[in-house]
Nanobody
Framework: VQLQASGGGLVQAGGSLRLSCAASGFTFDDYSIGWFRQAPGKEREFVASISWNSGNTQYADPVKGRFSITRDRAKDTIYLQMNSLKPEDTAIYYC?????????????????WGPGTLVTVSS
């Protein structure tokens, strides 16, 4: 299983970024993909998840209304569109796979993790 996150960078507060997570190397019947983030000195926290088959989504309260998670089944890629970014969104963002049809906000439910991509939001 390979997950490759990309799209991070430096952006000013109020700006936007779109992260991508390319998934390969597995053929599970159903699964969900989650985005997590970890800021310096803080624990990893849930951001959003999407069920691969149903497309059902789940968001953490701090990002509701600003972030959107989508999937492109033809490209086996998951996207995280991040708008109205705030300095507190600064973190390393990770995508992960949970072997379950519905998403979860718990990192323990995710079995496979990719290397993160750094998002820095300047004030």
């Amino acid at each position: 299983v390979q997950l490759q996150a990309s799209g991070g960078g430096l952006v000013q507060a109020g700006g936007s970024l779109r992260l991508s997570c390319a998934a390969s190397g597995f053929t599970f019947d159903d699964y969900s993909i989650g985005w997590f983030r970890q800021a310096p000195g803080k624990e990893r926290e849930f951001v959003a998840s999407i069920s691969w088959n149903s497309g059902n989504t789940q968001y953490a309260d701090p990002v509701k209304g600003r972030f959107s998670i989508t999937r492109d089944r033809a490209k086996d890629t998951i996207y995280l569109q991040m708008n109205s970014l705030k300095p507190e969104d600064t973190a390393i963002y990770y995508c992960a796979v949970a072997l379950r049809s519905y998403g979860s906000s718990s990192a323990r439910d995710y079995r496979y993790w990719g290397p993160g991509t750094l998002v820095t939001v300047s004030s």
